[in-house]
Nanobody, 124 residues
Framework: QVQLQESGPGLVKPSQTLSLTCTVS??????????WNWIRQPPGKGLEWIGYISHRGSTYYNPSLKSRTSISRDTSKNQFTLQLNSVTPEDTAMYYC????????????????WGQGIQVTVSS
């Protein structure tokens, strides 16, 4: 059974870069047809899809975040990483990584396999 675990700093200063890593076990990030997503949930708000990296390494981002977002991977470590530049307090959220079958902009926690999430606060 695949498991995903988010890691990274819980506090980031405004204007800096938020960098999170998702470590995957029980399955390879190069397995055909799977897409590896980042999703977030600001306090008191709904889930927001950020973007994904495919089993082939191609990426696709939420247009509203595209200019500040980069998702990459390290196949040797079976990890994928989110970088969000120029953060503001509005980027404060619980951040999740998830494996989903197919290229969908999912915010449905019933779909796929999700990590437990990591709280990131943007504050000086």
């Amino acid at each position: 059974q695949v498991q995903l675990q988010e890691s990274g700093p819980g506090l980031v200063k405004p204007s800096q870069t938020l960098s999170l890593t998702c470590t995957v076990s029980g399955g390879s990030i190069t397995t055909n047809l799977y897409y590896w997503n980042w999703i977030r949930q600001p306090p008191g708000k709904g889930l927001e899809w950020i973007g994904y990296i495919s089993h082939r390494g191609s990426t696709y981002y939420n247009p509203s975040l595209k200019s500040r977002t980069s998702i990459s991977r390290d196949t040797s470590k079976n990890q994928f990483t989110l970088q969000l530049n120029s953060v503001t307090p509005e980027d404060t959220a619980m951040y999740y990584c998830a494996r989903v079958l197919g290229p969908t902009e999912t915010t449905d926690r019933r779909r796929g396999s999700w990590g437990q999430g990591i709280q990131v606060t943007v504050s000086s």
